[in-house]
């Protein structure tokens, strides 16, 4: 799903002693088919601005477009935007209250509308694709930490969201469950869920997993580009109080100790590709 956010504000407390700018001005498109990696410290605006995204948070003012389009209000926009995003929220099995795993994932469908029979599709594909068809049958309660998050995913996931916005997924995970759960969510993009922005911490599993990255400081929107264009830019984000992926530093402590690496490397992959050809041996090595 295509959605756009126009000069988007949102003060907390507004009209308060204690008001906080959470946004600011922040103008934002998603067409179908983007994989958008957002980054920001903490406090920057990301998870007001996904709630904004996902018609969970009425701004105070700019404008809300689902499907790229104006609606007369913003009630109007949420409604449409509701039924076409999902939100994973940080720690998203703290939501998990199903006597089994099979329910927990059909309680969106079901609450959609969704038939017995159509309901029972989506949480069995949601649960293939989620990697947790075998605990179908399970309390969610007896699972790991890293089970739970993928069961609660799932949830969002059997919906089957045009728009899927997670907001910062791999928090707490141990580093094998993260990788697991970034690559789950690249197999699920284009054909499962069109779209997905992905909030995160970890400039690793941003450079390894998204198309494109947006920076979020202090409640705008001060950067975009593809992940070159934006981690190029490395002293703007050290600025910020962010940085580059870290083979990205060592990469370019061996350039500046000589090695004759090519520049514009983000991700492990692309380190040991540059590896292989500077032995000679090329990509296949």
Known sequence: MSVELRNITYTYNKDEPSAR???????????DGDFVGLIGHT????????QVLAGLLPPCGGE???????YP???????????????????????LFEETVYKDIAFGPLNRGLSSDEADARVREAARRVGVEPLLDKSPFDLSGGQKRRVAIAGVVAMKPELLILDEPTAGLDPEGARELLAMLK???????KTIILASHSMEDVAKTVKTVAVMNRGRLVMSGSVAEVFSRGEELRAMGLDTPQISRIAEGLIRAGVPLR???????????????????????
């Open 21 to 31: 700018v959470a946004l600011e001005n922040v103008s934002l498109r998603l067409d």
């Open 43 to 50: 406090g920057s605006g990301k998870s007001t601005l996904m």
């Open 64 to 70: 809300l477009m689902p499907e790229g389009k104006s």
């Open 73 to 95: 209000d913003y009630k109007s926009a949420a409604r449409v935007a509701r039924k076409s995003a999902g939100l994973v929220f940080q720690y998203p099995e703290h939501q």
């Open 187 to 193: 197999s699920l993009h284009g054909d499962w869920c």
């Open 263 to 285: 520049r514009g490397i983000f991700t492990v992959a692309e380190a040991a590709d540059a590896i292989a050809e500077l032995l000679g041996g090329g990509k296949n090595a």
